[in-house]
């Protein structure tokens, strides 16, 4: 059990999010930085797509419950178990009443705790991640609030500290042109891959809106909605591009100039408001080994913390 | 790639796209169903989403060739029938204009009718639910009349209430809960729409039938 003392601006239950129930409208949710959360999750033992807290900036403070193992991944948030400093990236021990500080942090924007067992609250169709625009899952539906206290699995027994090296964050998002690339026009396409993107305010877990150069359609036409994914540049007729994110509904009808490709996606969770971004264009081919790697880096993690 | 009336494409790197060129009809919509039925016998295939006359499959881009699955929709489309679903009949209560439909002005305006034209013509009409989708149990009504078609707001809204009733482009539909949204607003319902614990979760499904039914206005 875990006790929540103070939430922060938005710390909810995320696991992989929900899949399967798209034709429902029933979107994915779950870890925004689904890699760090993965990370987490292996260094305390459980299975990668188990239930952690995903903490948006800080300060958050939380009470551990029942001795165990917990570990801190993605943004370093200079956490301190009982005023002593943890490592971002290591699982360590901790014992029930112990305090686990997370002031804030200097880069990025989202921390994933993950404790050994997981976070067990009920299954909402087939996942624990929290749908907040629909509120279901999770906690409540909800953001934690002061005073929650969380449900934890079963313990894992786990033998000593193990840690892993975060993958480093730049500003490059390596996307695939998407179904109307061909309808902007011809500066508008240019001005998409060379220029700078800044993240605004107006950027949550449905999408990030950025702000650029406008970026003009020549086509005119209204298009029939169709399914969209977290990943995909949408360019609404204001001519301002919103990459959707994990939060994303699951249909829309603004035409789609690209896709993120899903081993950048983490680079969006991690960028504040303010910070710019450029686009580079991939091929399919490029995506797929981008993926393979992080799923080999995750398994080279799983040889260090097991196999010595 | 193009076959006959319909596109197939790759969105991203895990998703598949099937996208008809013919008029959205309901005769399209229902080889969509079918098609969509088909592929739901399939463990592979994550996500089998149904649009307004296309079709988008979401998998694991590193177990399920994306190319060769494209090959397979165009193959499935070309044989492809018309599922029948027994429609159910449901009433929509709907408060139009004023403070639950801020945007019944503009869709007037855009229709060079009057507000009780606008509301009349989206009354007076049946509906079928296409598809669902945007958010949870969100249904995409076709029938709307021809003349109420208004296109999309230039910025979306950054939260829409509850149970609006709105129309974007040719279509109409309501929101179950509050989201960003670029239609524009022309009423509310009270009814619940989602509810993640009721089974189905969804109060409209696929191929339903539904009429709006203007309520009285709110006396303060």
Redesign the interface.
Known sequence: MLEILRPGVQTTVQDLGR?????????QSGALDAPALMMANRLVGNPADAAGLEIVLGPVCLRFLRDGWFALTGADFDATLDGLPVWSGWRQPVRAGQVLQLPGCRHGMRAYLAVDGGIAVPE??GARAT?L?????GHEGRALQAGDRLPQGEPVALNGKAGSRPPAWTPEIRA?P??EYTEFSAAAQDAFWTRPWTVTP?SNR?GYRLAGPTLAREARH?L??????P??VQV???GQPIVLMADA??????P?IA????ADLWKLAQARPGAELHFVPCT?GD??RA??QH?YQLNRFNWSAYGN | MKQGEARF???????A?L?SDAP?DLACQRRIWWL?SQLRARPEL???????????V?FD??TTD?EALLAELEQHWAGAAEASLTPRDVAIPVHYGGDSGPDLGDVARHAGLSAADVVAAHSGAEYIVF????????A?LGGLPEELAT??R???R?SVPAGSVAI????TGIY?????G?WHIIGRTELTL?D??RD???LLLPGDRVRFVPQEAHHA
């Open positions: 899949h399967g129930f798209r034709h429902l409208g029933i979107g909402v169709l749908d625009n629909a509120g279901f899952g695939l998407g179904p107006q449905m209204d029939l909605s169709h399914g969209v994914l990943g995909v609404p007729p204001g509904q699951t249909t829309g009808g603004y789609r896709t993120v490709i899903e399919l995506a797929r993926l393979q799923r | 494409y790759l969105l991203g790197e895990r998703a796209v996208a959205a969509a994550l996500d089998i989403v149904p649009g307004m006359n296309n079709l988008t979401v881009p590193l994306g598809f669902l989708g945007f958010q949870p149990g969100f995409y296109p999309r230039a910025e979306p950054l974007g482009g040719s279509q179950p809960a509050a989201a960003p670029g989602f993640p614990l189905p979760p969804s």
